[in-house]
């Protein structure tokens, strides 16, 4: 097998959501014979069952593909494939990284996307080289003419040479392979230089410990080599190096500067792993780490704790394991009057939230209670300085707060003309600030507003999509703080303020949001034994009120001819019912409640 | 943990004249051929149960279905049959329809020689649109005419059943029908809100039924209790009412999570520390099928849940003497809480529930056992 660097290709996909990433991952893998046909599952790369089951790709993931092009000449071609969803910007920008190229997949009928676009900045800030594709020609409503056009005006890539293909039938995939050998450059690298190899991502086994997955840059590191961490100076002794195959890894002597592979040291703790540092070696260490990572910050924050206490000790455990491979994703404890003792932690938005929630849940089999999300806030106080909230539990007594600021987005949706109404509307309601509106073609336009972030983490996205029946994307990115009055709601139930329900809001919503809350709590708190009043204040003020009635009936009158047997079914289904629910004070409160909170939305 | 009382016996007569719309235990009409070879199938199961065991027995209670429906000699011959000790409470589940159309004063005065002491007569209602909206046959008439036919026999302890929550019903027809009992000289009522059962003829119609909503039964159920203790019949369980002195003792043998032998299709059983039940099928029964278990029977958890049903609640001196230990304090303490909303009194002597509680026991007796 070549080892040359002139064969090496080491490149990424990208896509907005849905154009066919993983699909055509697949086939690549299934073309170069990576995989046996047996062992083709539908989307091999997306081996969690939670990216299979929502059709997105969340976590990277690493291939080495052995091609024979149409020159004669073999080929080592390293695909790093990469998650569609702007919550993930940073795992695109990670992967990309270590990279030299990419392919940009376009959907044949439905062009470029709000994400098309976002991915393809991300790629050009990395100096990568763009292959662009057009996928799904497949489709009855495909048009690869317009497409190609819209990506040539829109981008400005040249698409005369963009494949078009189906990735889905297999339709002229082989020329994809063959874009990617002629256009992606080999790597420039020096194996002579002191090693410095760049770590994209890693998984933890049992056995082995951290398997550090990297690209070489410069230099060359073998089993033996004591390797160093440059960010946090941990240093161990490589155990073994190889390549990612597509089911297995395969064990070499050697990865030398240009390729992309794994690395095993018995590394134990997780954070001494860090994706996004420079691997060196400590007999000839580098004296600059890479450049490479844009460091990213959490945005949206909530309070995860586990429905049972004593899960506690598991919950870290899990959520240490989740950051191994998603710096993304920041924790500390916390603990709460109502909830008891959990992790405020920090996800790039919420989907991102989303997603850690159900891998803890399902992968590590735990029931959780989430907190309503929050951003951070930058509160001004009277004595001069400026404290950042991002938990409203730490939200100063109005008295002493002389200005608040609170993040903003530019958002861009892209949707058919039909729907600028609609858009506009949805964020008006959302205190959105209208920047500007342009054509991308002729049906569709790109809307330009300018958005508080704490308007568009609740559920912005699922909102936007009903009311454009899918057809409008949305991108965001952080712009700036600027000043906003805000208040803080809490809950009170049966007089008791239920700290794990208290938020920042914007005072110009906060009646309205109140009312809702109130009302879903009612509608979510089962009647107990006594009247409970549902109120929700701002400092002492109360805003919104309703009240649970007390339950009035709940009994067995009739228990004859000695049957207990159903009463006692009856005992152990209430029993169980009550272990569901959550004690505050005197109240109890089934975890429905919470999520009822959580997804509040404008149009219920 | 056994208690050195003698055990009651429950025995299953599982025919019907005909099915009213309310009702989900088990029962169908059967011609006298089934009555009789049911009939000797009991006693055969008595027979054997006392033989195998020794046992003698403090209650017996036929409950149903409709009893009456068996007639009076089958019923005298199952009596005679049992090993009944001096004093035993011998109770017969009857309906009025039945007593005022089929029997005669000599059927009833057979029953009661063959040691019949207690009658139980589904009224359920003394008004009489109420009772037709329940699907029951016999008017006020044939009730009266059926509790004389009782007194006749020399039988003074019977029992009338009352349904609250029923259509058309208000306070004051409840207070109607309180009055019927007694006027009539029942010494005990059996007084349960209508609970609308899953697969019922009144689960599908319930809709159409008028039936007063929640807070209309509690007060209805309330009003009840006050009304039977202003006419002399004292609250014991949740649904029972007693002149003192005239409480169902075999009742009181489920309440107190005590033994008792059930004998029959469908019948359930607490007996040598199991809970076993025959399946619902006559057929079945009367070829000799064994019963099925139904695992351990008499843990705390059981004594508690049954024991709150009582006016007399859940004792210390009783959980004492049954278990060894007193009431835990974790459930006194959960107690003292519902106690400050009304439903209960708990104190150094125990926990005892009121009629307010009494409505949502379930929900306490979930609340103490969690």
């Known amino acids: 097998m070549s080892n040359k660097k002139e064969n090496i290709r080491n490149f990424s996909i990208i896509a907005h959501i849905d154009h ?50 149409d020159d004669g000449q073999e080929y080592v071609l390293n695909l790093i494939d990469t998650p569609g969803h702007v919550d993930f910007n940073y795992e695109v920008s990670r992967s990309l990284a270590a990279c030299d190229g990419a392919i940009l997949i376009i959907d044949a009928s439905q062009g470029v996307e709000a994400q098309t676009l976002a991915n393809t900045y991300l790629a050009l800030d990395h100096d990568l080289e763009l292959v662009p594709v057009i996928n799904k020609i497949d489709l009855p409503a495909a048009d690869p003419d317009r497409v190609a056009a819209e990506v040539e005006d829109i981008i400005g890539l040249d698409c005369s040479e963009a494949p078009r293909v189906s990735a889905k039938t297999g339709e002229n995939i082989e020329q994809v392979l063959e874009r990617i050998v002629r256009d992606i450059p080999a790597p420039t690298a020096d194996e002579n230089l002191p090693l410095r190899a760049l770590i994209f991502d890693s998984i933890y086994d049992s056995y082995r410990g951290v398997i550090v997955y990297v690209r070489v840059m410069d230099g060359k590191i073998k089993a033996g080599d004591t390797m160093r961490m440059m960010a946090t100076g941990a240093q161990f002794t490589v155990v073994e190096v190889g390549y990612m195959r597509a089911t297995s890894l395969e064990p070499t ?81 916390e603990t709460s009057g109502a909830l008891g003792f959990g992790f405020r932690c920090g996800f790039l938005g919420l989907l991102h939230l989303e997603i850690i929630q159900e891998r803890l849940e399902r992968e590590y089999n735990l029931d959780l209670v989430t907190t309503v999300p929050s951003v951070i806030y930058k509160i001004h106080l009277s004595d001069g300085s400026i404290v950042e909230i991002d938990n409203p539990t730490n939200y100063p007594d109005p008295a002493y707060i002389t200005a608040c600021e609170e993040p903003m987005t530019n958002a861009h949706i892209y949707a058919p003309s039909d729907y600028v109404g609609a858009v506009m509307d949805l964020c008006q309601d959302r205190r959105g600030v209208f920047k500007d509106m342009s054509y991308i073609t002729n049906g569709r336009v790109d809307i330009h507003y300018e958005l508080p972030l704490n308007e568009i983490i609740y559920d912005f996205f699922d909102t936007l999509k009903s009311r454009t029946r899918g057809y409008a ?88 001819g000695g049957d207990i047997t159903r009463k006692k079914k009856l005992l152990e289904k209430q029993k169980e019912g009550k272990k569901r629910m959550r004690q505050f004070g005197t109240v109890e409160v089934p975890q429905e409640a919470f999520m009822a909170v959580l997804k509040l939305d404008d149009d219920s | 943990m056994m208690t050195a009382d003698k055990p009651g016996l429950y025995i299953h007569i599982p025919f019907c004249r005909s099915k009213c719309p309310y009702c989900d235990f088990y029962s169908f009409t059967a011609d006298e051929a089934t009555k009789e070879e049911y009939t000797a199938s009991i006693i055969k199961n008595i027979i054997i149960w006392q033989a195998e065991t020794g046992a003698e027995f403090s209650t017996v209670y036929f409950g149903g279905g409709t009893p009456s429906q068996l007639g009076s000699e089958n019923l005298s011959k199952i009596i005679k049959a049992i090993n009944k000790q001096p004093d035993c409470e011998v109770t017969v589940e009857c309906n009025p329809f039945d007593l005022s159309e089929s029997w005669s004063a000599d059927d009833m005065l057979r029953l009661a020689d063959s040691g019949a002491n207690r009658i139980s007569m589904g009224m359920q209602s003394a008004i009489e649109n109420e009772r037709k909206a329940l699907g029951r046959k016999a008017g006020r008439e044939q009730v009266e005419k059926a509790v004389k036919l009782i007194k006749q026999s020399g039988i003074d302890n019977f029992s009338l059943d009352l349904m609250l929550g029923i259509p058309y ?78 409480e169902s003792r075999h009742n009181l043998i489920y309440w107190d999570c005590r033994e008792y032998l059930g004998i029959g299709a469908a019948a359930h059983s607490f007996f040598g520390g199991k809970r076993f039940y025959y399946p619902s099928d006559v057929q079945q029964f009367i070829s000799g099928v064994k019963p099925v278990d139904d695992g351990e029977g008499g843990s705390f958890e059981e004594y508690v849940m049954l024991r ?46 009121n009629p307010k509680g009494f409505l949502v026991s379930n929900a306490i007796i979930a609340d103490l056992l969690s």
């Open chain 2, 308 to 353: 709150l049903r009582l006016t007399e609640g859940l004792t210390n001196s009783g959980c004492m003497k049954r278990f060894g230990h007193d009431i835990p304090k974790e459930m006194l303490e959960k107690a003292s809480i519902n106690e400050k909303h009304g439903l209960l009194k708990a104190d150094e002597s125990g926990i005892r529930l």
């Open chain 1, 253 to 333: 002597d050697e990865l030398t500067a240009g390729e992309v592979g794994y690395i095993t040291a018995s590394i134990k703790t997780v954070g001494d792993a860090r994706v996004g540092d420079t691997v060196t070696t400590a007999e000839n260490p580098a004296a600059e780490p890479l450049p490479g990572y844009r460091k990213v910050n959490p945005m949206v924050f909530c309070g995860i704790y586990p429905a049972d206490g004593a899960d506690y000790e598991s919950l870290r455990d899990a959520l240490e394991k989740l950051q191994l491979n998603d710096a993304a994703l920041s924790y500390e404890p």
């Open chain 1, 20 to 69: 066919g990433k993983s699909t055509l991952a697949d086939r690549l893998l299934e073309l170069t014979d990576s995989v046996a046909k047996r062992d083709m599952t539908a989307q091999l790369l997306d081996n969690m069952d939670l990216e299979r089951e929502r059709g997105i790709t969340i976590k990277a993931h690493a291939v080495k593909l052995n091609y024979k092009a």
């Open chain 2, 169 to 246: 019903q208000t306070v004051d027809t409840i207070k109607e029908s309180i009055a019927f009992c007694t006027e009539s000289g029942a010494k005990h009522v059996s007084s349960y809100l209508l609970k609308i059962e899953q697969g019922t003829p009144f689960e599908k119609v319930e809709k159409l039924l008028d039936l007063p909503d929640e807070d209309g039964c509690c007060e209805m159920y309330l009003a009840a209790c006050e009304e039977l203790e202003k006419q002399g019949y004292k609250q014991y369980e949740i649904s029972n009412f007693a002149v003192p002195g005239f």
């Open chain 1, 473 to 560: 994307s949305f991108d965001y990115e952080i712009s700036d703080y600027q000043p906003s009055k805000l208040v803080k709601l809490d809950v009170l139930l049966n007089g008791d303020i239920i700290d794990a329900l208290s938020f920042i809001i914007h005072s110009d919503k906060a009646y309205g949001r109140a009312r809702k809350i109130a009302e879903k709590l009612k509608d979510n708190i089962p009647r107990q034994m006594f009247e409970i009043p549902i109120q929700i204040a701002i400092g002492g003020k109360v805003i919104a009120r309703e009240t649970v009635k007390a339950m009035r009936k709940d009994v067995l009158a009739k228990c004859y």
